[in-house]
């Protein structure tokens, strides 16, 4: 095994959490975090040993950011299906709702979100109330 590899291998456990996609606002921020480092460190510059790295972490961050738009003129339903998918949430992660069945039909449009429910999902995701009436 040459040196490289051995060093590569020896160090991964750090290494490979920072080349993950992120899921969540917090790997995100981490993400961008680290996008800076390499940049700092001298990433900018195309002949740099972490130029590639500065443009694979920059892919990433991109990925995410393009995931992250919600469509302009969206339903209740639709922000919340989308929350939903950005946290990687289920319907039984929103017991705030109500009942598996309750979630289901306000993610179907067959129930209206009422004030006390928006005002949950506002407060669980740092969004306006509106959003969902």
Known sequence: M??????AIQHWS?????????????EYAALVEALNAALDAGGANEKHPLARLAEYLGDLVSEYEAKDK????????????YLM????????????????????ELLSGRR??????AKALAARFGVSAAMFL
């Open 2 to 7: 040459n040196a490289r590899l051995k060093a």
């Open 14 to 26: 750090y290494v490979a959490p920072v080349l993950q996609p992120a899921r969540n606002e917090k």
């Open 70 to 81: 919600m469509p302009p003129a969206a339903t209740g339903a639709e922000v919340l299906r």
């Open 85 to 104: 998918q950005r946290d990687n949430l289920r319907q039984i992660d929103l017991p705030e709702l109500g009942s598996q069945g309750v979630v289901s």
């Open 112 to 117: 209206d979100f009422n004030a006390r429910q």
